[in-house]
């Protein structure tokens, strides 16, 4: 194998992994609160979107008035962004779950449906239902390798991947090692038995919600600046690949979400840039049925016990 | 200190409960002093532990009052507290309506902990992918809350706290012999061992009374026998009111001062262990009669 294809090769595994990073902060969401109440939240891609929208608003307003550095730009964005998703992380638990906790397991995937849509129909009669642009903040790219045959790493790719392994690396300690974590881990196995230990469980379940939401606003304020277009429709299908990638890593499983995640971000760009960019997708959800017939929990899955 | 002893902790008036057409209980009374230890006995299906479902807020009940005395030593309508009190035009009644309307909304049965009741339950719960000393540290949660955000700012604050948290967790470990198990999964542990960290987990709720759901089931007579004496110990060192479930007659006899039998939903009788051993409706509930 010649040079030109490794820098391919390598290449196409930077991209994968910026995508598959994207991927994974958005299946966190999917995972944790599958996790804690057994449910999938399936207005969490649209969180997703609307994370898109502000971002681009709070660009919008701070270019307006001018006077910061990009950098302080970015920050603001991030933030401010987080703060509304996690507003709104809160509010999808409060209405669409919360009052339906003690009614059929069906009815709060109904309802969590029924949210997707009315944020995406809100979001197409108020901001138009065509593509929006931003324009790019952080110009400019990593180059690896020679004159003619490199690979490259945009700052904005660059940003994306620390942003997700610093988050990543603090959602652990979270979890693991705090109070909050130990309390999450707790109602998850036992709710009632929380309870009874003075835990506040719907507490716990509305955290996780947000969280879930703050890690989603993270992908979508850097995929925003680094894509710079959007629509109110990007929520759906990036979010069912998300799903896909919890699933198949495990759901339920923190590191499993990352790993899933990297896997069909990396599977995805590996297939468009060597066979075919149409079939990408339909190659993910391939690989996603191959490993659950052979390992039907996912990859990092438990395998679900009987409880005797 | 002994009129104090007197002093009633609990007292359930009139106590009702039905699943639509079913009484599950039916005008329950009894009370127990502060200090003491007593159980709840009866045949299967006679309620025992729909009393502690509606002592710690798992039921509603339809009719009648628990009251609680909290550690101020006022009276508290535990209904009250979970933010299940029906609305009523009694005067006193609404004074607690609105005093407590907020926990119809923020309430719950974690606000147990709050009016200082433990409860384990029949099976083992204990949080089996943790470990032993989480389990611990899991229900000193109120004692230690809204840590997060300021450990945030002043992590050292944060860190007096776990370390707080660990010894007190390191001193029930070494009261019921699990220090040299610490870090093990809660699962792993053999069955005799689970129950005694249930009961230390329990204590670390800062309860005053504790209400044990058939402690000794399932434990061999050895183990039954290092299980009644560390229920004493809780009794004499910690000054916890125990209130147990138990089927276990010499557990019962030995160390409870009450007694309450219940038998379909109502109480048949209540008193000392030497009374209820010659109670005859006692004897006729457990064993059946011949047609009076």
């Not at chain 1, 790993?259 to 468009?272: Q, R």
Request: a positive charge; one cysteine or more; hydrophobic letters at 45%.
């Amino acid at each position: 194998m010649n040079a030109f294809d490794l820098y391919i090769i390598g290449q196409q595994l930077i991209n994968g992994l910026v995508l598959g990073a994207t991927y994974g902060l958005i299946a966190i969401g999917y995972s944790m609160v599958y996790g804690i109440i057994g449910m999938i939240n399936f207005a969490h891609g649209e969180i997703y979107m609307v994370s898109a929208y502000v971002t681009a608003l709070v660009i919008a307003l701070i270019a307006y008035f001018g006077g910061l550095p990009v950098g302080a730009a970015i920050m603001i964005a991030l933030l401010f962004t987080m703060l509304i998703t996690a507003i709104l992380g809160w509010l999808i638990e409060r209405v669409a779950y919360r009052p339906l906790k003690n009614s059929f397991r069906l009815a709060p995937l109904i309802s969590a449906i029924g949210v997707s849509l009315i944020l995406q129909n809100f979001i197409q009669l108020a901001q138009g239902a065509r593509n929006q642009a931003m324009p790019t903040l952080l110009e400019g790219v990593l180059r690896i390798g020679g004159e003619e045959q490199f690979m490259q790493i945009s700052y904005h790719q660059l940003l994306i991947l620390v942003a997700a392994l610093v988050s990543m690396l603090s959602l652990n300690t979270l979890i693991g090692k705090t109070k909050f974590g130990r309390s999450c881990r707790a109602t998850q196995q036992d709710p009632v038995m929380a309870e009874i230990l003075g835990i506040n469980t719907q507490k716990v379940i509305s955290l996780v919600f947000v969280i879930g939401a703050v890690f989603a606003a993270i992908a979508g304020t850097f995929v925003t600046m680094n894509y710079g277009s959007f629509d109110f429709y990007i929520g759906f299908v990036t979010g069912i690949k998300a799903f896909t990638a919890a699933v198949l890593g495990g759901i339920g499983s923190l590191p499993g979400a990352m790993l899933g995640g990297l896997l069909v971000g990396i599977a995805e760009s590996f297939f468009s840039g060597f066979v075919n960019t149409d079939y990408k997708d339909v190659f993910a959800f391939g690989i996603l049925v191959l490993i659950l017939i052979i390992k039907p929990s996912g990859l990092l899955g438990h395998p679900e016990v009987e409880k005797v | 200190m002994a009129q104090k002893r007197e002093e009633k902790i609990l007292s359930v008036t009139n106590l009702q409960v039905s699943f639509g057409g079913i009484r599950a209980l039916d005008g329950v009374d009894f009370s127990i002093l502060e200090g003491s230890i007593s159980a709840l006995i009866g045949p299967n299906g006679a309620g025992k532990t729909t009393v502690f479902n509606c002592l710690t807020g798992f039921y509603r009940p339809s009719g009648g009052s628990i009251n609680f005395k909290n550690s101020q030593g006022h009276s508290l309508n535990l209904a009250a507290l979970f933010g299940s009190l029906p609305f009523s035009w009694n005067r006193d009644q609404l004074s607690t309506y609105f005093k407590y309307l907020p926990n119809k909304f923020f309430g719950g049965t974690h606000l147990v902990t709050r009016a200082g009741i433990g409860r384990t339950f029949q099976n083992i719960r204990l949080f089996k992918e943790l470990s032993v000393t989480e389990n611990l540290l899991i229900a000193m949660h109120r004692d230690f809350r809204g840590t997060l955000i300021k450990g945030l700012f002043f992590p050292k604050i944060y860190q007096q706290n776990e370390k707080k948290q660990l010894s007190k967790a390191k001193y029930w470990l070494e009261r019921v012999g699990l220090l040299s198990l610490a870090n093990e999964r809660a699962g792993d542990l053999p069955y005799g061992l689970q129950r005694k960290l249930e009961i230390a987990r329990t204590m670390c709720v800062n309860p005053r009374l504790i209400c044990l759901d058939e402690p000794a089931a399932g434990l061999n007579p050895a183990e039954t026998e290092e299980l009644s004496s560390l229920i004493l110990s809780l009794k004499e060192i910690d000054k916890v009111t125990v209130l147990l479930i138990e089927h276990d007659m010499s557990l019962v006899m030995n160390i409870c001062e009450q007694i309450v039998v219940l038998n379909y939903g109502q109480v048949i009788a209540k008193g000392t262990p030497e009374e209820i051993k010659n109670n005859p409706k006692v004897i006729s509930a457990y064993l059946g009669t011949e047609n009076v």
